[in-house]
C-alpha cells in the first residue's frame, strides 16, 4: 500500500509569515500533484511535478519534487488570510488503475 | 463551463434508509472517480470508471456500496442500508485527456 504522509497536521500562522509543508512516502511516484481544498468545496489542483528535483512556482507558492521521488514540499512566502485551507498532496504511479493516492492533509490557517 | 455536478449537496437519513448520491461529471472527460473524505482516513478512492466502465472498486468498503455509470454524462453511488459509519463528505471528481482532477462540491451525508 503506497502511503503518503503530510506534516504538519495542523499549522497556524501570522500574515506574512513564511511556511512549509512535507509530503512524504516510502515509495516512488510517476508523478505528484498539491491540491488546496476550502470549506464547503472540492480540491482544486495547484500543480504537477513529474521529475525529480522538479522545482515550480506559483506566485507566492514553490513546489518542489524530490530527487528520488518519493517526497514532496510546499513553500508559502509571505503566507496571506486566502491561503488559508487544506492542503493536500496526491502521488500517482504508472500502471495503476488507482491513479492517485491522497496524503492526509495540512490545514493551514493564516491569521489577519 | 459547468463543472462537475453533485446532488444532493446534504442529506441526513436514518440508520438503514437507502442513500443514492448522483454525479455529471464534466462534458468530455472520459474518467469519473467517487472519494469518501472524512477526519479520521482522509479521502480515499472508492472506484474509478474510464468509459463507463468501472476499472477499479477495490476502494469500496463492503457490499452495502455500490456504483454504477450508465452513460458518460451521470454517475450514481449507492448505499444500502446505510449506517453511521457511513457519514462522510462524498466527492465525484471527473479527468478529461490530461492530468488534472476536477473535484464536484461533494454530498455531505449524516446517518443518524
Known amino acids: 500500500t503506497q502511503l503518503l504522509e503530510q506534516s504538519p497536521q495542523f499549522l497556524s500562522i501570522q500574515e506574512g509569515e513564511n511556511l512549509t509543508v512535507y509530503c512524504n512516502s516510502s515509495?516512488?511516484?510517476?508523478?505528484l500533484q498539491w491540491y488546496r481544498q476550502e470549506p464547503g468545496e472540492g480540491p482544486v489542483l495547484l500543480v504537477t511535478?513529474?521529475?525529480?528535483?522538479e522545482v515550480k512556482k506559483l506566485k507566492r507558492l514553490t513546489f518542489q519534487f524530490g530527487d528520488a521521488r518519493k517526497d514532496s514540499s510546499l513553500h508559502i512566502t509571505a503566507a496571506q488570510p486566502g491561503d488559508t485551507g487544506l492542503y493536500l498532496c496526491?502521488?500517482?504511479?504508472?500502471?495503476?488503475?488507482?491513479?492517485?493516492?491522497f496524503g492526509s492533509g495540512t490545514q493551514l490557517t493564516v491569521l489577519p | 463551463d459547468a463543472g462537475v455536478i453533485q446532488s444532493p449537496r446534504h442529506e441526513v437519513t436514518e440508520m438503514g434508509q437507502e442513500v443514492t448520491l448522483r454525479c455529471k461529471p464534466i462534458?468530455?472527460?472520459?474518467?469519473l472517480f467517487w472519494y469518501r473524505q472524512t477526519m479520521m482516513r482522509g479521502l480515499e478512492l472508492l472506484i474509478y470508471?474510464?468509459?463507463?466502465?468501472?476499472?477499479?472498486d477495490s476502494g469500496m468498503p463492503e457490499d452495502r456500496f455500490s456504483a454504477k455509470m450508465p452513460n458518460a454524462s451521470f454517475s450514481t453511488l449507492k448505499i444500502q442500508p446505510s449506517e453511521p459509519r457511513d457519514s462522510a463528505v462524498y466527492f465525484c471528481?471527473?479527468?478529461?485527456?490530461?492530468?488534472?482532477?476536477?473535484f464536484g462540491e461533494g454530498s455531505w451525508l449524516t446517518v443518524v
Open positions: 471528481a471527473s479527468r478529461g485527456s490530461g492530468n488534472t482532477i476536477y
Open positions: 515509495s516512488v511516484f510517476s508523478s
Open positions: 511535478v513529474v521529475t525529480g528535483g
Open positions: 496526491a502521488g500517482g504511479w504508472s500502471g495503476s488503475a488507482r491513479q492517485l493516492t
Open positions: 462534458s468530455g472527460h472520459n474518467s
Open positions: 470508471f474510464n468509459n463507463n466502465v468501472p476499472i477499479d
